[in-house]
C-alpha cells in the first residue's frame, strides 16, 4: 500500500492536476512572480468551470496558502448550489468586507496554462478582488497605494 497521493508520480503537471480535480473536483494552481516584466504572483483554479458551471478564479497577491483559502470558501458555496455574484458583494469576508468578482472579458491563455490545456478554448476567469485594510478596492480614492502593483485589475 502506498502513502503517496498522486497514483503515479511520473505523470506529467496536467495529468496530476487533472487527476486532481477529478478527486476533489478543482485544483488551486499557484503562479510565481515575475521580474520581467514585473507580475505579482497569483493563484488560479482549474475545475470550477467544468465541476461547478462557474469561470475559473484568479486572486493576485496574496501567499498561495491565503488564496487557496479564499478558493475554498468560493468553492464551498458553489458546492453548496450558492453562485456568488459578479460585481461586489458581502458575505465571504471576515467582518463583511466587501470583495469583488469581476469577469476577465480577454482571457490570456498564457497566463492560465494548466486551466487552458484542460478546458481548450471555453475558458472563462474572473478575478477576485480583495480590499485593502480600509476596505478599499484599488479603484477607490484612498486605496493603500502599496497594493497597487500586488493586485493588478484586468477585468474591465
Known sequence: ??????PDRHMDHVD??????????????????????PT????????????????????????PIAARGLIEMLATHLDAGQQPPEGIFVGLL??????????L??????MFPTAA???GDDLLVDQFVWPDRGGLFPWE???????????PILAD
Open 1 to 6: 500500500m502506498s502513502d503517496d497521493l498522486v
Open 16 to 37: 496530476k492536476i487533472r487527476w486532481v480535480v477529478e478527486e476533489n473536483g478543482w485544483c488551486a494552481e499557484p503562479v510565481a512572480p515575475c521580474e520581467d516584466p
Open 40 to 63: 505579482p504572483g497569483y493563484t488560479y483554479t482549474v475545475g470550477f468551470q467544468a465541476t461547478y458551471g462557474h469561470p475559473e478564479v484568479v486572486i493576485f497577491g496574496l501567499q
Open 94 to 103: 471576515d467582518n463583511d468586507l466587501r470583495c469583488a468578482l469581476l469577469p
Open 105 to 110: 472579458v480577454d482571457v490570456e491563455p498564457d
Open 117 to 119: 490545456s484542460i478546458t
Open 141 to 151: 480614492e484612498g486605496y493603500d497605494a502599496r497594493l497597487r502593483l500586488a493586485q
